[in-house]
């Protein structure tokens, strides 16, 4: 059991209320929460405050570090590095803090809801916050087109399919997937099913990605053909080959707080966040301010969140209730979503675990867990505390989406049962698709042109149905790719890998 400290919370007293919107009809959502590191009292620390920049409270007082805070993609807690080097978790009310790595580096967490990604000595590991288990992902070593060059992973794909990174690799010129470019540095995407395959997504840096659908953004940077620069823009990842639908998202002249720096998506999908200042660059030594910009919206829409001489940055934002501590116990299933990946005729049955645990505190007890409605190429496997979700090709998967939902039911808990959404992506090796089903979990598109997966066979798998388990409580890239091949047999790949990113890449990118 993990012993837990509380945080003494400060009311800020030098934030005048709630900042006002640069655009009349732009209002901040009611239920967005925003995190940040501030440089107020000439350090680090971690602050807290509504969207609109109101209820401001520090939730830190021991040093932040270089900056950098994330939301859990449920609001359940906040991971930021401190001065020492140590990488936290605690809750968003300060309490419950306790240590991820003593000496790593903070990446970003798994849109899926399974943990956060820290890198130690190259090594890429997924920590759960909650029960302080460890899973390696992978090494830096397996990403061999990038050896002697820089290569910092800044978030996934929900799908777990794709790493966005930033890199050097294009500094002297280089052939990617998509076409050779040259670029100081630059923002790249990985496809994790196939690692040869490295596309150029633009000149500049800190690239992220919503929690569904198919865009994803960056910072362009000087060079990358922006009229202005810094700006936040966008490409659909169905234009990987082409980046045809490149364009910017939010784009303001400096002068008019327009550096922007540092975006992420909310954890609804639906807004970016991000540091900007009047053509200040250097982290602590500018005035930099939060704002908020809605998907979609024109460039110019935007809400400020900060009015602050000290530096205000490295922004996250949750959209949703507020966690608060409950004794009461509740079931928490993560991942709260699971993609699998189906390509070519024969496959290997792969499997995800899905852990059940009480988001309240104590023991969960009993919980049954069931498939609704029943699928055929979906089956549970039980484990002690958690289940595996196997697929079994040979079951009426089809072409395309194939989409499920688990049903998490604790009995003696309060709440709404859980549900797990499951989806397969099934290549045209596959029969052409049937009727959808009822149950159709969100999910963004996204390329399946020429993927590679080994060779494997198929296997008998269990039949679906409920079953009864206890439960317990700078920037630009360019790569140098090997033509892939597709295999007559392929498998069945479940994208459950993620990567970290070196903490001083995670540092303002000069020139950017």
Known sequence: MLTCRLVTLFALTTLAGPATASAAALAAPDDGWVAWVSWRQDRNEVWMARADGAQPRRLTNTGAGVGLVFWAPDGRWLVYGDEAGRIAAMRPDGSEERTLSKQGSPSFWLHDNSGFVVQENGDYTLVDPE????????????????????????????????????????????????????????????????????????????????????LVFHICGAGGGCPTYPDVYRMSMADLLTRSSYQAEVAHPDADWGHEYNPRASTDGKWITYMSSTGCHEGSSCNYDIFIHPIGAAPSQRFRVTDHPATDAYP????????????????????????????????????????????????????????????????????????????????????????????????????????????????????????SPSVAPSDGARPDGGLVAADGSGAALPSTGSREIAGGCHCALTNRTQPGGRGAAMTLVLAVLALGLAWRLRRLCRGA
């Open 131 to 214: 029960t302080g288990e460890r899973t390696l992902l992978f090494r830096g070593a397996d990403f061999k087109h990038f050896a002697g060059v820089s290569f910092g992973p800044n978030a996934m794909t929900h799908d777990n399919r794709y790493v966005l990174a930033g890199s050097h690799l294009f500094i002297d010129g280089y052939t990617a997937s998509n076409g050779s470019f040259k670029s100081e540095y630059s923002a790249v995407i990985v496809d994790l099913l196939d690692k040869d395959k490295v596309y150029f997504f633009g000149t500049g840096c800190w690239p992220f990605t919503p929690p569904s659908g198919d």
């Open 316 to 435: 996250d934002m949750y959209v949703g209730p507020l966690w608060k501590r409950d004794a009461t116990p509740r079931v928490l299933a993560t991942p709260s979503r699971v993609t699998f990946h189906a390509l070519g005729a024969a496959v290997t049955p792969a499997a995800h675990t899905v852990k059940i645990k009480n988001a309240g505190s104590g023991d969960l007890g009993a919980v049954q867990a069931s498939i609704d409605p029943p699928v055929p190429w979906l089956a549970i496997e039980t484990r002690a505390n958690s289940f595996e979700l196997k697929v079994i090709r040979d079951r009426g998967l089809r072409a395309g989406k194939n989409l499920a939902q688990v049903t998490v039911r604790a009995l003696g808990a309060v709440g709404d049962p859980t549900t797990v959404p499951v989806v397969v992506l099934a290549d045209d090796t596959y029969p052409a698709p049937a009727p």
